[in-house]
């Protein structure tokens, strides 16, 4: 049904719709009222499952993966410095192959504190071994959320929701939360093949000697690349029964036979394409909405490239020392293609620094050099920089 | 597409009236977004809130750079520097005030709308929240939507004593405006 909801608030009504057994959650700004509305709806009886209250990030990570390890079905959500005390647990639930969801309300990290959006935190645990998605609005990240549990239980690894903290889950807008009979249907109850069981003891989280490593983390690799094609099918099954598509691995808008690309992740999207119907005297442009960052979908994103002579990578996080994360990806991806288009990289809009329309007419006007510049940060203001790094 | 700035300090329900305007809105069938652009959450604190309204689907996530129409909560606000910043040339100004237009310059004086807001809060909540007062004299002044719809949403975030002293907070607020000056259709 189509409401009026903050994306906290719709988020929360979601993961009550996939029914997990057990959440733990520290809350952490901008995620608070993800977590606030879940134990709401725990005390009103409109939720039926263990919501454990923790001490920390560690602990809730620490308490879903024991949880999940047992067999049940598990939710937990954090942001920015949350993330990163989770980090050591991450590893380990994905390592371990336990079957999970969190939502990431993206956030700044530390130092300078910042409590606004962008995404270093879910960046910085690119490597964890979870798959990661990126919403472009709160319509996807509720259908996101769904079709999260479906990958993890079919993959048998850990699924990152990502979706912009403020930006999103602060802002209240139209939303179609589905039916529970819709979900039901779609997600069938949990049932973890490796759950611990007394009456057949198995071990969780040994030690693994040079003997085995490398093939655990080679198992691990595959599985992740090979969860590209859950991904698909159950936004796929998804489309079926709710009409909606949350974006696959990728989404594409914008005329096929433009010239100039500008690849996302999140909600700056819709920003960008509202700009590309305002500028109408600015060349026609693709928008290219990575939501599948974990598997990186090398292919899909080499065939939405094709025929252009420019791709701009916006995104909201960089390798400090190097440049943009994504970016040096993307070139990695499209390395050897016919006519690679010449890949120009900026970040926008840490730490909240707000992303306004005329972003895409900067964009543009950056790219008429002949050759790329190096990377930067878009919406500096230079004035704004100590004095000793003005010339920088 | 019409777009609304709403000014106010923590704690006088700022980003509440911003969700108020736009499930209004939505409940309407209309589009809409709100949001807030927090600076550090504290009360008495200056803070913004946004919002949107449109026939179509609102895809944009910036911030309200040019709003049709402010919504400012404490009138002590005015002096801040860049407060009526980017409001368009035929836009209005709501103000939470008791004194005359005539406290105010020329330069804004034909946008201004006073509302003792405050003072009407007091009067049937026992308490100095301006924010549903202010938006029940916005959708008389603007014809935006009816006044049934902001009861609607009242309706779906409180209940008993606290609802019914709003709704005839707003209803004393939608007595005080006699005109409609700032007609406007989401349509147009």
């Known amino acids: 049904m189509r409401k009026a909801l903050e994306g906290s608030q719709a988020i929360a009504l979601t993961v009550a719709l996939c029914r997990p057994q057990v959440v733990a959650a520290y809350p952490i700004t901008p995620q608070t009222h993800i977590v606030e509305n879940i134990a709401k709806l725990v005390a009103d009886g409109k939720m039926d499952c263990e919501l454990v209250s923790v001490e920390s990030e560690f602990s809730a990570a620490s308490l879903v993966l024991g949880a999940a390890c047992a067999g049940s079905r598990t939710y937990t959500a954090s942001a920015s410095q949350g993330i990163l005390l989770m980090s050591e647990v991450l590893y380990n639930i994905a390592g371990l192959r336990i079957p999970m969801v969190m939502t990431c309300a993206n956030r700044a990290l530390s130092a300078p504190l910042s409590i606004w959006n962008d995404q270093q935190d879910s960046m910085a645990v690119r490597d964890a071994g979870w798959i990661q998605l990126y919403c472009a609005n709160n319509q996807e990240a509720v259908d996101t959320t769904i079709q999260a549990y479906r990958i993890a239980e079919a993959t048998e690894l850990p699924v990152m929701v990502c979706m912009d903290g403020f930006t999103l889950t602060h802002t209240l807008e139209p939303i179609d939360i589905p039916e529970q009979a819709m979900v039901d249907a779609y997600l069938p109850p949990f049932n973890f093949a490796r759950a611990l069981d007394p009456a057949n003891p198995i071990s969780i989280g040994t030690l693994v000697s040079p003997d085995h490593y490398p093939e655990a983390r080679h198992s691990h690799h595959h599985a992740l690349l090979d969860a590209a094609d859950e991904i698909i099918a159950a936004d796929a099954d998804w489309q079926q029964l709710s009409g909606r598509s949350a974006g696959g691995l990728l989404s594409v808008s914008g005329p096929d036979d433009a010239r100039i690309g500008i690849l996302t992740l999140g909600s700056i999207v819709g920003t960008l394409s509202d700009a590309s119907d305002l500028y109408t005297d600015l060349p026609a442009t693709k928008l290219i909405n990575l939501r599948a960052f974990r598997p990186f979908p090398v ?17 909201r996080a960089l390798s400090p020392g190097f440049g943009g994360i994504v970016a040096a990806e993307v070139h990695a991806a499209l390395a050897g293609m016919q006519d690679v288009p010449r890949i120009h990289s900026f970040a926008v809009g840490l730490g909240g620094r707000d992303i306004p329309l005329e972003i895409y007419r900067t964009l543009h006007r950056k790219i008429d050099a002949a050759e790329p510049g190096p990377f930067s940060i878009i919406d500096v203001e230079r004035d704004r920089l100590p004095v000793e790094d003005h010339g920088i | ?102 406290s105010y310059s020329n330069e804004i004086d034909g946008k201004l709308v006073l509302l003792p807001a405050t003072q009407l809060a007091q009067q049937h909540l026992g308490r100095p929240v301006p924010n549903t007062a202010l938006l029940s004299a916005f959708l008389e002044l603007t014809d935006l939507l009816p006044q049934q719809s902001l009861i609607k949403s009242l309706e779906e975030r409180f209940k008993g004593a606290v609802l019914e002293k709003n709704i005839a907070l707003i209803k004393a607020a939608a007595e005080t405006i006699t005109d409609n000056p700032w007609k406007m259709t989401i349509n147009a």
């Open chain 1, 299 to 315: 292919d899909a994103l080499r065939f939405a490239c094709s025929g252009l002579t420019d791709l701009i990578v916006l995104e």
């Open chain 2, 1 to 102: 597409m019409i777009e609304v700035r709403i000014h106010g300090r923590g704690g006088q329900g700022n980003v509440v009236a911003a969700y108020l305007l736009a499930t209004a809105a939505i409940n309407e069938g209309w589009h809409a977004q709100a949001f807030p652009a927090f600076g550090a959450e504290r009360r008495g604190a200056p803070v913004v809130a946004f919002v949107r309204i449109d026939h179509t689907p609102i895809s944009r996530r910036c911030q309200v750079v040019s709003p049709d129409f402010l919504i400012i909560q404490d009138e002590a606000l005015m002096n801040i520097p860049g407060i009526t910043e980017g409001l368009k040339a035929d836009g209005g100004i709501l103000l939470n005030s008791s004194k005359d237009s005539d």
